[in-house]
């Protein structure tokens, strides 16, 4: 028996692993994505590839050359700061690569180069998904076209339109919030600020769940994660088109802080971002349904811990393989996939989760937490 056409829907990370390791065991596939273009809108910042989940994907899907090629040397050098600036740990890059650390727009770009010509459909945004019956589903897009595939993947994120064919679960607010800035051309107009994000990454936590994350990325830019634990509506009180106004409100949350890192908020180079954290519940999971799945976090969106994108591609990976070793069998493919991802989005879900809960010994935790990994 052949294996069916699979439909993926979300041309994230997760999702084009899944179809590049179908197509090296030859089963087509066709993703398709909201965006209107590979580049219409930055992708991220940096992410560090673990060699137990992201890397093993990588390997199945037959690019660790072209990923070692974009590796950021020196990137996973890490500094814990307490909030007057004193250096509590400064943790230089070992070179091992058990999580070297890449730009996710390049990490994105390697996988979408390794698909064969029209296997993306870019300005496809999904508005339902719904059942036809028999294995069948129908896939609605915005300009009212509709596609019918008998294998059907929702790899289309937090607000999954192919999950409520699965689930009645919706993520919700977590309590956390991070807002994003960046500065740009850091050593020499921000010397100060550079000396204390250092090489790599940067954590300063605070008391009551707050703090400052920072990241060198590609040349001299540093791009941060300011966290707060408040409410929706304490944000919304905060006018974030007035970009100095905004800044300037959430650096008051830091007074008393050191100056190089307060002018990570008050420095930005760009209007700052601001990004509600939001979750599925921990070990979320769904009665087999045939002819569709899901993978990354349209299945298991979790608080960020650093296993968001590497759980992605994992189940990417592994819903690829378990696909090509059942070609005449999907169901037996899809089972024996979804048996394994459910506790394994409880395992990687549950890395680091203790540190949410952590208050005054934030930093204290974080430390422990570099020392011993």
Known sequence: MNTPHVTIIGAGLGGLTLARVLHVHGIPATVYEAEPAPTARAQGGMLDIHDYNGQLAIEAAGLMDEFRGIVLQGRQAMRILAPDGTVLLDKPDDGNGGRPEVQRGD????????LPAG???WGCKVVSARSLGEEHHEVTFADGGTVTTSLLVGADGAWSRVRPLLS??????????YVETYLFDVDTRHPATAHAVGSGSMAAPGAG????????EKGETIHTYVVLRESQEWFDA????????????????FDGWAPELTALITDGD???????????????KWERVPGVTLLGDAAHLLTPNGEGANSAMYDGAELGKAIAAHPGDIETALTQ????????SVEFGSIGAELHDLDDDAAAGLIKLYTEN
């Open 107 to 114: 990490l994105r770009q390697i996988l979408l180069d390794s």
């Open 119 to 121: 296997a993306v459909q």
């Open 168 to 177: 009645d679960a919706t993520p919700e607010y977590t309590g956390m919030s």
């Open 209 to 216: 769940g707050k703090g400052i994350q920072a990241h060198r």
């Open 238 to 253: 905060i006018d974030f088109a007035d970009s100095a106004a905004a800044a300037a409100r959430i650096a008051k949350e």
């Open 270 to 284: 760009v209007p700052p971002l601001l990004r509600p954290i939001f979750a599925l519940p921990l070990g979320h």
């Open 337 to 344: 996939y979804e048996e394994a991802m459910f506790p394994r």
